[in-house]
Structures are given as structure tokens and as C-alpha cells.
T-cell receptor, first 113, second 114 residues
Framework: DGGITQSPKYLFRKEGQNVTLSCEQNLNHDAMYWYRQDPGQGLRLIYYSQIVNDFQKGDIAEGYSVSREKKESFPLTVTSAQKNPTAFYLC????????????FGPGTRLTVT | AQSVTQPDIHITVSEGASLELRCNYSYGATPYLFWYVQSPGQGLQLLLKYFSGDTLVQGIKGFEAEFKRSQSSFNLRKPSVHWSDAAEYFCAVGALNTGNQFYFGTGTSLTVIP
């Protein structure tokens, strides 16, 4: 089955540590996205990538970094510079021609204490 | 500025009753409109989408939505709600040539009571 996988489902870290969230897709989509979800705020775009080795900042990129070394993978690193990292993180993908129709993974809940 | 508004934070309906979730948008370009559903701790599942043509669109799980350009609305409806419909519902808007920006509303939480 084609889809998007995110791992792990739950992640716990101590404040001051960097943490990397995994996102893999086998839909052959060129574009991939990372969103952050907080209660009552909907989804906010962190980063997106339309092609390997290229990515763009979204609305809330500060404190985050990404890489896109393979078409199938788009890992997100939450750095210690992110002031409030505890949140639910969603990865999505789409074709280049239909970037307005995105498919979502199951999400990773990150808790930083 | 582009935005999506879901005025109802939380709605409670009885099982078997009809449902309407409201969505209003503000968008400079011709919008593409979407409704997603999210069960607790899960990702988002696409319920339905509107690109063009017939303004009443049918989706999965018995949901439908109507695009009303004059009201900048895209309300989601279901004639008879099932207990399994309890979830968070998100309206979203996107368009071509927007730098891949895809705007979500803040969501409406649906509770279904027996």
C-alpha cells in the first residue's frame, strides 16, 4: 500500500536536545511538507520541499531544520532553539502538479520537558 | 491576506441528527477547497474537495459540501451523523501558483451523543 509513514508515534526529549522526526513516503510524490499542530491553532507550515536537495521555509521555520537527500524522505530536526517544541507534527506529500491536494502521515507527538 | 475561518470550535449533535460545519475563507485567487477529518492522535484524512464545476460536492463517509462564492463559504454537511463521526474537522484552502501555501482553519471538534 502506498502511503506516508512517520516515526516514532510518540517522542520524548529533554529541553536543550535536538531531535529528528522521520517522514517517508512511497507515493512517488515530488513535494513534501512539515506541519505543526497545536490545540486551537490548526496546522501551520514549517518547511516544504518540491525537489531533492531543495526546500523552502514555511510560516514558522525558526528553530527547525530539514533535509531532502532522497525523494522518499524528508526528516525534520527540532533544534534546541525552538522555544516551544512540544506539539503534534504532521508530514504530508503531494505531486508537483497538485500541490493543493496533500496526503498526510499519522503524525508524531513530541513532548519536551 | 489568505485565511480560513471555522467559527465553531466545538459542536455536539445527537446520533442520527443532521450536521453542518461552517467554513469561510478569504482568498485572492480562485480557491481550491478541502475538508479533512482527524481522529484523536491520527493524521488527516481527506473527506472531499472542490476545484471547479458543480458547487455541491460529495465525499466519503456520506459527507457533502457546498461552495458558495457569494458567501465565501464551503460548509460541510451530513444528513445523519453516526457515533464514529466524532472527530476534529478541518477546512483548508489552496490554489495554484501560491508557493505551495495551503491554509487550514483552526478546526471544529465534533462530539456525537447517543
Amino acid at each position: 500500500d502506498g502511503g506516508i509513514t512517520q516515526s516514532p508515534k510518540y517522542l520524548f526529549r529533554k529541553e536543550g536536545q535536538n531531535v529528528t522526526l522521520s517522514c517517508e513516503q512511497n507515493l512517488n510524490h515530488d513535494a513534501m511538507y512539515w506541519y505543526r499542530q497545536d490545540p486551537g491553532q490548526g496546522l501551520r507550515l514549517i518547511y516544504y520541499s518540491q525537489i531533492v536537495n531543495d526546500f523552502q521555509k514555511g510560516d514558522i521555520a525558526e528553530g527547525y531544520s530539514v533535509s531532502r537527500e532522497k525523494k522518499e524522505s524528508f526528516p525534520l530536526t527540532v533544534t534546541s532553539a525552538q522555544k516551544n517544541p512540544t506539539a503534534f507534527y504532521l508530514c504530508a506529500s503531494s505531486t508537483i502538479d497538485t500541490t493543493y491536494e496533500q496526503y498526510f502521515g499519522p503524525g508524531t507527538r513530541l513532548t519536551v520537558t | 491576506a489568505q485565511s480560513v475561518t471555522q467559527p465553531d470550535i466545538h459542536i455536539t449533535v445527537s446520533e442520527g441528527a443532521s450536521l453542518e460545519l461552517r467554513c469561510n475563507y478569504s482568498y485572492g485567487a480562485t480557491p481550491y477547497l478541502f475538508w479533512y477529518v482527524q481522529s484523536p492522535g491520527q493524521g488527516l484524512q481527506l473527506l472531499l474537495k472542490y476545484f471547479s464545476g458543480d458547487t455541491l460536492v460529495q465525499g466519503i463517509k456520506g459527507f457533502e459540501a457546498e461552495f458558495k462564492r457569494s458567501q465565501s463559504s464551503f460548509n460541510l454537511r451530513k444528513p445523519s451523523v453516526h457515533w464514529s463521526d466524532a472527530a476534529e474537522y478541518f477546512c483548508a484552502v489552496g490554489a495554484l501558483n501560491t508557493g505551495n501555501q495551503f491554509y487550514f482553519g483552526t478546526g471544529t471538534s465534533l462530539t456525537v451523543i447517543p
